[in-house]
């Protein structure tokens, strides 16, 4: 079973930056999707960022040109660099993997942006 670590999370102002790290399996990594979701209070959760095994990314238009999907095959570590973050932006956000038969999920990070 392959193990979602994440890490990163914390309280910033608007406008500030967080780095939030997800350790897995390099055999997940290598096959899988890969993605970053969040759910805030009274929502459901939304898939805001993902990137496939070539490197291809795709960004919720809510987070487009201030986040950043990235990987590391080195370290088996997928990234997500938020920049330029708002109060909407306040969620706990999860690491997932999937392919067409399988979902894996982390534990989740909490994102709170409050001046």
């Known amino acids: 079973q392959v193990q979602l670590v994440e890490s990163g999370g914390g309280l910033v102002a608007p406008g500030g930056s967080l780095r939030l790290s997800c350790a897995t399996s390099?055999?997940?990594?290598?096959?899988?999707?890969m993605g970053w979701y969040r759910q805030a209070p009274g929502k459901q959760r939304e898939l805001v960022s993902s990137?496939?095994?070539?490197?291809?990314?795709w960004n919720a238009d809510s987070v487009k040109g201030r986040f950043t999907i990235s990987k590391d095959a080195a370290k088996n570590t997928l990234y997500l660099q938020m920049n330029s973050l708002k109060f909407e932006d306040t969620a706990v956000y999860y690491c997932?993997?999937?392919?067409?038969?399988?979902?894996?999920w982390g534990q989740g990070t909490q994102v709170t942006v409050s001046s």
């Open positions: 997932s993997v999937w392919n067409y038969e399988n979902t894996y």
């Open positions: 390099r055999i997940f990594f290598s096959i899988y999707d």
């Open positions: 990137i496939t095994p070539g490197g291809s990314t």
